[in-house]
């Protein structure tokens, strides 16, 4: 069973009611957001924004679900680059209430096989603050290998943060 899927308008109240819930929980993973962000409305511009990317061939939003087909989180490639460098970047995230039960994993290893497989594409690259060792382990366990440490690289939870960088490559995860 899929457990990721592309996100949609109609998944805005439902984000937005996840991510009013989880506030707390996410708050030292992710930027600094405006109040509307939490909103239905401003998921609905999230969306809309990310559709738009999605169109130009350059995300891909997915939503992930659990075993029922409820979204509880988001799963993204962003910043997908053709030509000779065939790369993208990853982002997830997964409500308290389902951290820690196999379903990041899940969802990151469905996503690198579309990355891979799909897409077309070469290398898969993460990036985690370093004290983030849940999603470490999530990247492990999907391949993924540190190479490097980048000083102050996001602007998260007010302040730029060091962050470990993570990639798989396709070679590496299996395929040609």
């Known amino acids: 069973m899929k ?54 061939g350059s995300k891909l939003p997915h939503v992930i679900l659990d075993d029922v087909g409820r979204v509880i989180g988001r799963i993204t490639l962003s910043g997908i680059v053709r030509g000779p460098f065939q790369s993208c970047a990853l982002g997830y995230w997964v409500s308290a209430g389902h951290n820690g039960r196999g379903f990041a994993t899940r969802a990151v290893g469905e996503i690198v096989r579309v990355a891979f497989e799909e897409l077309g594409l070469h290398r898969v690259q993460a990036e985690t603050l ?16 540190p190479f490097g440490i980048a000083p102050e690289y996001l602007h998260i939870a007010g302040r730029w943060q060091d962050h470990v960088m993570y990639q798989v490559v396709r070679a590496a995860a299996g395929g040609a």
């Open 3 to 56: 457990i990721t899927r592309l996100i949609t308008p109609e998944d805005a109240p439902a984000l937005a009611e996840l991510l009013r819930v989880n506030r707390e929980f996410l708050a030292p993973w992710e930027p600094v957001r405006s109040e509307d962000y939490f909103t239905a409305g401003g998921q609905h511009a999230v969306i809309r924004g990310d559709l738009q990317q999605y169109e130009l």
């Open 130 to 145: 370093l004290h983030n060792g849940g999603s470490q382990w999530v990247l492990r366990r999907n391949g993924f290998v």
